[in-house]
């Protein structure tokens, strides 16, 4: 007897109702490796309303507590680096769903992806799993790949050879709010209208909303018979990547914008002038632009055979970018480009409060006052949505100029930005900052991804009292080597006016909200 369709709330639908999840009539235990990630974030509450039992391993399980489906699933810490945590996280799985990566890491990531990839097909082979699932990249066969890509294309070879059943799907760019190929494209077309570019502006691409890439991994745990082969899946539309641009532009309501193909294939330079441009940072898009040199087309449709396309169609481009808009306007953006470096690359960080730096030059920079009139409840919503398009309540332009040195020599910047304007959760980007520990209407830790030499931490605490809210801020770095510390003394002096003001305006906007 076929179970009743469940709905979930729209996610890049093509239509302004609902998205349908049908109900799966085989339910599974599933493992999902990388749900920290963009597109693991999005599968796994997909999976559950479909009726599967899931799994999730992470090497950070607190990343987890503030998404909305926790408490639904299985948290296992598992590292990838180092397999601790794999066969435990692997016993009794029926398929496994393989969506981690190490672009936009240093060192050699090829070789750690290689490494990670054996290790989880021989340890998914000893747990009896029936298949694994892997998303990797559309490429053509016979070129020489980018190193993003070769290393993408060796993942799924090493699965598709292990003893388990595998289905690899390779995809272009995947157009949903807050991925990287949508940032790309949007901060290109929204910042520049006439565009000199290099002449991967003329190659061909074949784009997927991120809607249809999550149909086909949900519906690859259905699929009874054994396969053990890769697809490649796309909407079907092919444009170059001039004339996505040039969509975007459209669908956003922009001026028309012209992009202008330069006889230069530069590759290095024009991911350094995307880095630049866009709130992504170079260590992604300098491979990001290098997979852009060859086309990223659908050799065949031969995934039709094993799962047919979504009821309601493939969702063009133009539609995609609709909605990957109208989530943002909605403030419904689930995952973001930059919400998890992938599991591979995620170093465990420090704290300051860590053992390990006892005995360590330590600099720090605390104010504190008291917000009379409102409660840490009250003062708790500035606190939640600084940074972004908020900024910092302090000499708006020391941050900018700061920011743009930091982009300039390799790091975030300040154009990241947010996932959403007012909400926070553990693991979200916040321009240079991440947020490293959250308790909500108390405390917000914020880890510094800038480049520097050396460790630092803004922390906001609050707490109310007989007179209001006590506010607290603390800055701290602690240095490494002499560069460190030469560091230190020379951006101090501007932090007594930074950080006084902000704590300052803080306290003001406040009372403001309050009264308004």
Known sequence: ???????????????PGDEVIRQTRTPRRVLVLGATGYIGGRLVPRLLQAGH?????????????????AADVDVRTVDLDTGRGLSDSLTGIDTAYYLVHSMGSGGDFEAAESAAATRFADEAAAAGVRRVVYLGGLHPEGRELSKHMRSRATVGRILLDSEVDAIVFNAGIIIGSGSASFEMIRHLATTLRWMPAPDWVANRVEPLSVRDALYYLLSAADVQEAVNRSFDIGSRQILTYANVMRTFASVAGLKPRHVIALPLPAPTLSGIWVGLVTPLPFSLTLPLVQSLQEDAVASSQEVDEVIPPPESGLIGFA??????????????????????????DEAAQPSPSDPKWSGRRTYSDERSTTISGVSAAEVWPVIEGIGGAQGWYSWPLAWKVRGIWDKAVGGAGLNRGRRLPDSLRIGDPVDWWRVEQLERNSRLLLRAEMKVSGHAWLEFTLTDSADGCEYHQTATFIPTGVRGRLYWALVAPFHRFIFPAMAKNIAAEARRRVRA
């Not at 039992?53 to 489906?69: A, F, M, N």
Request: hydrophobic share 35%; no cysteine.
């Open 53 to 69: 039992e899931v799994r999730v391993g992470v090497r950070r399980p607190e990343k987890l507590k503030q998404v909305p489906w």
């Open 1 to 15: 007897m076929n179970r009743p369709t469940k709905r979930l709330t729209p996610h890049n639908s093509k239509s």
């Open 319 to 344: 539609d995609a970018v609709r909605l990957a808009l109208r989530r943002e306007v909605e403030g419904a953006v689930d995952t973001n480009w930059d919400a998890d470096a992938g599991e591979l």
